[in-house]
């Protein structure tokens, strides 16, 4: 099965700063990378995702690169607000049961 | 409806009754996925549903758990002999084609709490 690896489990930084959040998995198969951000008390959606045949995507402030070499893919979101403030989950997919990432709790200052 | 739909919202129930938990997916949408989440923990893969195959059940957590998918859309949970330590968020997702390639959407959870 796959295992699937948040690094770190928690991030603080001041509001402005950059945040790297990094994903490892296993399965060499998997072929589509997300990461999801949960708010406080609401459902998990989707913010970024990239496929196996593009190394970076960019959305605004939120970027996902994709090393997939050394299986793992990363988050990096430039000028951090207070309502990044959150929990961001990775779902590394190919073609078994989607298994999330352990967690990150981000947490903004201002 | 346009997005996934769970219900009830939320349940309190009494320790050893069982419950039945709802999920209606998107339209269209042939995978379906049940997670778990205790209160700041991370998402608990419980079973997953993709067209007509066999549903991968591997990460339900004892035989009290099972749940089923009639017709290819509504799934239902049940848990069986509730015991406090099944107290969590349940979490309802569908997604397009096979499912792990494609964006997951979430329904808004329902609530369990055994008394």
């Known amino acids: 099965g796959e295992n699937v690896e948040q690094h770190p489990s928690t991030l603080s930084v001041q509001e402005g700063d950059s945040a790297v959040i990094k994903c490892t998995y296993s399965?060499?198969?998997?072929?589509?990378f997300p990461w999801y951000k949960q708010e406080l008390g609401k459902r998990p959606q989707l913010i970024i995702d990239?496929?196996?045949?593009?190394g970076e995507k960019k959305d605004q402030r939120i970027a996902v690169t994709l090393n997939k070499t050394a299986k793992h893919f990363s988050l990096h979101i430039t000028e951090t607000q207070p309502e990044d403030s959150a929990v961001y989950f990775c779902?590394?997919?190919?073609?078994?049961?989607?298994?999330f990432g352990t967690g990150t709790r981000l947490l903004v200052s201002p | 409806g346009a997005g996934v739909s769970q219900s009830p919202s939320n349940k309190v129930t009494e320790k050893g009754k069982d419950v039945e938990l709802r999920c209606d997916p998107i339209?269209?949408?042939?995978?379906l996925y049940w997670y778990r989440q205790s209160l700041g923990q991370g998402l608990e893969f419980l079973i997953y549903f993709q067209g007509n195959s066999a549903p991968d059940k591997s990460g339900l957590p004892s035989d009290r758990f099972s749940a089923e998918r009639t017709g290819g859309s509504v799934s239902t949970l049940t848990i069986q002999r509730t015991q406090q330590e099944d107290s969590a968020v349940y979490l309802c997702a569908s997604s397009l084609g096979w499912g792990t390639e494609t964006e997951a959407f979430f329904g808004q959870g329902t609530r369990l709490t055994v008394v």
């Open positions: 990239i496929r196996s045949n593009v």
């Open positions: 779902a590394p997919g190919g073609f078994q049961k989607l298994v």
């Open positions: 339209s269209g949408h042939t995978a």
């Open positions: 399965d060499s198969a998997s072929n589509y």
